[in-house]
């Protein structure tokens, strides 16, 4: 997707995928290798920095758990004093962009600004943890719908939860991973069973995933223990049934790539 705008200089979103760099796409590393200026995000592979210019500007730029290098407000303003400067700028994410990665809000400061962008998607943790697993976030008869949540944040809104309630498709949240206690509680309240599978995938793209199999009602209880200090999704909902049936109750699986 591109911007209309033809003023001042260029903004690339690109979206890096869930860490290793063969897991970039080719437009995306394009777009890297050929910037002026490099805005990069956390939790990427650290073999991504072999991919920018000699000559590009280089600017860490991520946010991690209470630790941020650089507000929000000050990434905005970044892009826009680059491509002002007639400077290609790729804001690199790690991803896919568009999901929980404040996209929107650098898009609104461009746009502000007659500032032209493109946003190049990306593979996305959510996709990549249960390709790992060897599930589908779909099974024909048993789940048809998905909904991506907000761990940060979901429990402190209600408005969030309309219409889930008895929902019998797939969930995914993330950075729920300190809250699996909290979540399992509120899902069984909201009409899921609590023989519902749960799944909690640490690291997943990075070679080293571990992943940890519950029900809701006993995550509800006795909450999933974090394995790692990577970061985590939660998958909630029949799919992850078969990968129930093979393991015993918060017993970690850890597959080596």
């Given amino acids: 997707m591109s911007s209309n705008k033809t003023e001042h200089g260029f903004v690339s979103f690109v ?17 890297i290798e050929s910037a002026d200026v490099i805005l990069y995000d956390a939790l990427l ?5 072999d991919l920018f210019p000699e000559d590009a500007q280089i600017l860490y730029v991520g946010k991690r758990s209470g630790e941020h290098a650089r507000t929000q407000s000050e990434i905005n303003s970044l892009l826009v004093e680059f491509a002002t400067q007639g400077k290609h700028v790729v804001r690199l994410k790690g991803g896919d962009a568009s999901i929980f990665g404040r996209l929107a809000e650098e898009i609104q400061s461009l746009e502000k600004e007659g500032i032209s962008f493109e946003v190049i998607p990306g ?19 048993i ?3 998905i909904i991506i ?14 219409g889930m309630e008895n929902f019998q498709g797939t969930i995914a949240i993330l950075m729920g991973s300190k809250k699996t206690k909290e ?7 909201k009409g899921m069973s609590g023989t519902t599978p749960i799944v909690l995938a640490e690291n997943v793209g990075r070679g080293n995933p571990i992943y940890t199999t519950s029900t809701l009602a006993d995550t509800a209880l006795n909450e999933i223990p974090k394995q790692s200090t990577g970061p985590g999704i939660l998958y909630v909902g029949e799919v992850i049934r078969p990968l129930l049936d093979r393991t015993k109750k918060h017993s970690a699986i ?4």
Avoid: C, M, N, Y
């Fill in 15 to 31: 979206s890096g995928g869930p860490g290793p760099i063969d897991l970039l796409t080719l437009r995306g590393r394009s777009r």
């Fill in 45 to 49: 592979d650290p073999g991504f920095l």
């Fill in 123 to 141: 593979v996305s943790s959510v996709t990549t943890g249960v390709a790992e697993l060897g599930l589908s976030l779909t099974v024909r008869g």
């Fill in 143 to 145: 789940s048809r719908q």
């Fill in 149 to 162: 949540l907000d761990g940060h944040t979901i429990l402190e809104d209600e408005r969030s939860w309309i």
């Fill in 183 to 189: 979540l399992a509680e509120t899902l069984i309240q």
């Fill in 254 to 257: 850890v597959h080596k790539i």
